[in-house]
């Protein structure tokens, strides 16, 4: 079954708004830009709406070039501040990883989305 969900980068959406348009999931960001960020109490209302929340880390444009080096920095950061928001980490649990406009599946860019 299709749902319908909302992704924005600006804390600026209201969860019961969301819901009443029929929205059932929002996706939000995990990044060094902490005005874009997901915190614990928007989580913490979007759930308490009935919305399901999911995230994506994003840094840089090129951040994928970085490897696998890159890739578990980037991992440990995205963790850290998604276990901050209350969302629960554990082995197998997805977070998405914004790539930019780099899309080849080999090299430098395969090490890095490996290495979450």
């Not at 109490?41 to 994506?56: C, N, P, Q, T, W």
């Not at 970085?66 to 980037?74: E, K, L």
């Not at 850290?80 to 080849?104: D, F, L």
Request: charged share 20%; with cysteine.
């Amino acid at each position: 079954m299709a749902r319908e969900g909302a992704d924005y980068s600006q804390r600026t959406a209201d969860a019961h708004a969301l819901r009443k348009a029929g929205m059932t999931f929002a996706m939000r960001y995990l990044s060094h830009d902490d005005g874009k960020n997901l915190h614990q109490e928007e989580a913490r209302l979007l759930s308490s709406a009935g919305i399901d929340v999911g995230v994506v880390w994003e840094t840089t444009a090129n951040r994928a070039l970085s490897g696998h080096a890159g890739g578990v920095q980037d991992a440990h950061q995205a963790a850290a501040q998604a276990k901050a928001c209350g969302m629960p980490i554990a082995c197998g649990t997805v977070t998405g990883c914004s790539r930019g406009p780099i899309c080849e599946r080999s090299g430098p860019t395969l090490n890095m989305m490996e290495s979450w």
